[in-house]
């Protein structure tokens, strides 16, 4: 989630470790410190701490009695997560903190473990943390429509917010002081996004040489390449299944639960379902939706993996935009208060208007909704089997490869003159020194390039 809450260079999500849901690190459980928007899964903390107040808490959004016996109703889920995704700053962890808080702690909604299963069903699937554990919530309240309409109480704010901002940037962009405003943004991005690569390889590679050597090997061929192979993240999470938990047929029978791509087989007919349901549109519309059909479902480790992806879609291959305006729609998708994939948003009302901006949102949702619904009860059997483990610890040091390898490509055009250059250092030794929030860097950037172009 991209919020004004949420420490610089952090993202959605990353899974460094297994998934446990008591090895997660949230608001009220960890230090602030650990709010890193590249980490799914910071460090976590024995030490309970009381939980960092909210400017406008979520809690009041729905009505129940504090610790009441069961859970709420879907109407008041609904109008709490709608208040949530307006005001939620924070960034994901913050974010799944304040549901922690408000609907296991001060409602007594879910129960504890319920919550975390669903933490930890974020953490191993593609998606963005705090989108998961909303659905997964709405999953246990009312199943596979509970989890339908919670997904859009919470991320209709953000989609909202930018469908406004992308309508005023598609009629105003020629103004020269817009083109000032961005001129100044995009290479403040840049560093955002650079230290997002650094801190999601640092948590998730750890001292581990195999997944050092992955990130590395992704993001020199993402940067001399200038695209991105989504069989790539796929091949690193097989690869650390065969060199840490190799399957039955490459050892001896044993009774551990195996891995097995028939357990992901509903989900697969699902988003196939899913796809040719849009193929009654128009041709770009139909690009629209496949493409960011397969973009959701390569979320790994951090909402800023979608990055290389959309580049490669929507730069290079099916030429929507340029450059400037991708890195522009990434720096909207960092100030909204929804997860940084409601780029997709912006992206798609500039190629198609408001039915693109719906179609591409539609798109990159659904396998994230999928991945919480379909294997969720499988998954509740299933979290701690070391093939799973060893899958997600792969492709996320591929995520965090290939954006290291997609900053190096993007940064040719975002810096172009010696004052892009200065901005994006500054940006970038502010990131490594302080733990400045997002929107602020990127409002910043902005003045700046209203005031140096």
């Not at 997964?136 to 917010?161: D, H, K, M």
């Not at 992308?166 to 840049?190: E, K, R």
């Not at 069989?231 to 938990?245: D, N």
């Amino acid at each position: 989630m991209s919020t004004p809450g949420t420490p610089a260079g952090a993202d959605d999500h990353a899974v460094p470790a297994t998934g446990s849901p008591e090895s997660v690190a949230l608001p009220g459980t960890a230090t602030p410190a650990t709010t890193d928007r590249s980490s799914r899964k910071p460090e976590p903390e024995p030490a309970a701490a009381e939980p960092e107040p909210v400017a406008a808490e979520p809690a009041s959004a729905g009505p129940g009695p504090a610790h009441g016996p069961g859970p709420g109703s879907l109407r008041a889920l609904l109008r709490y997560f709608l208040v949530l995704g307006t005001v939620g700053f924070g960034g994901p962890i913050a974010t799944v903190g304040y549901m922690q808080r408000d609907l296991v702690e001060k409602r007594g909604w879910l129960d504890r473990e319920e919550f975390l299963n669903g933490v930890a069903l974020g953490q191993t699937m593609p998606g963005p943390l705090a989108a998961q554990v909303s659905m997964w919530v709405g999953f246990l309240q009312q199943g596979a429509l509970g989890a339908l309409a919670v997904a859009i109480a919470f991320i209709a704010p953000s989609f909202l917010f930018v469908l406004a901002v992308a309508a005023l940037y598609a009629h105003f962009s020629g103004l020269p002081v817009v083109q000032a405003v961005f001129y100044g943004v995009a290479p403040g991005v840049m560093a955002i996004i650079a230290i997002a690569a650094y801190k999601l390889a640092r948590l998730t590679n750890r001292t581990d040489l195999k997944l050092w050597t992955i990130t590395a090997v992704i993001a020199v061929v993402t940067a001399v390449t200038g695209t991105e192979v989504a069989l790539l993240f796929l091949a690193a999470g097989l690869l650390m299944i065969v060199l840490e938990a190799p399957p039955r047929w490459l050892r001896r029978p044993t009774r551990a639960a195996s891995f097995t791509l028939p357990a992901f087989a509903p989900l697969a007919k699902a988003m196939t379902a899913g796809t040719l349901g849009v193929l009654a549109t128009g041709g770009t519309l139909i690009a629209l939706a496949l493409f960011f059909l397969k973009a959701g479902a390569f979320i790994f480790g951090s909402g800023l993996a979608i990055v290389p992806f959309l580049r490669e879609g929507v730069v290079t291959s099916h030429h929507w935009l340029n450059n400037r305006q991708f890195l522009d729609a990434v720096a909207i998708g960092l100030i909204t208060p929804g997860p940084v994939v409601i780029t997709a948003t912006f992206i798609g009302y500039l190629v198609g208007g408001l039915t693109g901006a719906i179609v591409a949102t539609i798109a990159i949702f659904l396998p994230i909704y999928f991945g919480v619904v379909l294997p969720g009860r499988w998954f509740l059997r299933h979290k701690d089997n070391p093939q799973v483990k060893a899958f997600v610890r792969g492709a996320t040091a591929a995520a965090a490869g290939a954006i290291a390898g997609a900053t190096v490509v993007l940064t040719q055009g975002a810096v172009t003159d010696l004052t892009t250059a200065a901005i994006a250092l500054a940006t970038l030794g502010v990131l490594l020194r302080y733990k400045v929030k997002e929107p602020y860097i990127v409002l910043a950037c902005a003045a700046l390039g209203i005031a140096l172009h």
